[in-house]
């Protein structure tokens, strides 16, 4: 089991370290690729998973507390992965409550 331990903190790891990747990534064809690699070590953990528990190293109790939190994480990543799929903010309650200029007074709307 200790095979099967190492190879979960490894496919963990990579979920993370390929998030961060596609954050950093330039073109949507990039991201989307890193955010599909990072799905697919997700998934890896889950099958990983479900060996610890057919091989008696996982409780059913932590199997379906951990499932539930990778079905959450794959759901994220299938979405991120989808093309078109930007993070973006509306601006629409920030608009205007900005002090532009380069002075230390709060703009009244008048210069």
Known sequence: MRIVGAHRRRASQA???NIAE?????????RRRSFESA?????ECAAIQTCSLVCDALSAD???QQKALLDRRVAMLTKLGQRGYAVSEELGGWVGRFDTDADTDADSGTE
Do not use: E
Not at 22 to 30: E, F, L, R, V, Y
Not at 39 to 43: P, Q, V
């Open 39 to 43: 799905r697919g070590s997700a998934l």
């Open 22 to 30: 596609g954050n950093g990534k330039a073109t949507s064809a990039d």
């Open 15 to 17: 979920i993370a370290l």
């Open 62 to 64: 932590d199997n379906s």
